[in-house]
């Protein structure tokens, strides 16, 4: 069964209380802390990788949606909270669910549960192919491993470069390529991520795919070309 390993952060204790109640009511969360301290919660959440986070929004020191963006890394993220006019800027930040206290429990359940499909289909294998599953236009997508041409990095934002169809996604590059590494990607450029599997040449300054197209190389990333290859 998946696990969510889960941190707690809001400054009302009475909140806290009863989130740790229905976080025991779901075998899938595994609560391993709460906080009622916004910048205590970011200290610890820099040093420990969680799933899930379960945040308020309006707290003394960081709000929730700036605690959100401070960490290096993305968890996936329930906002529980009273204030109702934020939320199209946390669905900007590619939140699972925005939920207005009070909160019934068969709400935050069902609020949970999309986290754990998220979480259990972002990559999987079955017999005939490997696909990847992903939060984009608010919506969980599906992209086969073998449509990916290559990954492009935008600041903040990646696009999958597909054969038949791109996508972009609020992801740092570095994030997705330690996230994906096992499924052969590596970075070709400080820009692009290939699968080593889809070069068919490279040379001092680009990398010939499959496909035909050809990427820049940087110099500091041709080892990841050489060893992939």
């Known amino acids: 069964m998946i696990r969510l390993k889960t941190v707690c952060v809001d400054d009302e204790l009475p909140s806290l209380k009863l989130l740790k109640e229905y976080c025991e009511m ?3 969360i595994e609560l391993i802390k709460s906080f009622s301290n916004s910048k205590e919660a970011i200290s610890f959440l ?3 990788r969680v799933d899930l986070l379960l945040l308020d929004i309006r707290m003394p020191g960081f709000t929730g949606l700036e605690l959100l963006q401070q960490l290096n890394y993305k968890p996936l993220c329930i906002f529980i909270t009273a204030d109702l006019g934020s939320a199209v800027q ?3 930040l590619d939140v699972i669910d925005y939920l207005i206290k009070p909160v019934p429990f068969a ?3 069902k609020s949970v549960n ?3 499909d998220y979480k259990r289909f972002t990559a999987f294998n079955d017999a005939d192919e490997q696909i990847i599953m992903f939060k984009s236009d608010y919506m969980i997508q599906r992209m086969r491993l073998a449509d990916i041409l290559w990954v492009e990095g935008f600041g903040e934002y990646i696009k999958l470069v597909g054969r038949f169809k791109n996508f972009t996604l609020l992801q740092r590059m570095t994030e997705f390529a330690e996230q994906y590494a096992y499924l052969g990607f590596i970075r070709i450029h400080k820009s692009y991520l290939v699968l080593a599997q889809d070069i068919e040449s490279y040379s001092s300054s ?3 795919l499959k496909s035909g197209h050809e990427l820049p190389i940087g110099r500091v990333y041709k080892q990841n070309v050489q060893l992939g290859g």
Do not use: D, I, L, S
Request: net charge positive.
């Open 26 to 28: 779901m075998p899938g």
């Open 114 to 116: 999309k986290a754990m």
């Open 46 to 48: 820099e040093k420990t």
């Open 206 to 208: 680009t990398v010939k």
């Open 90 to 92: 946390a669905y900007e």
């Open 107 to 109: 709400r935050f359940e």
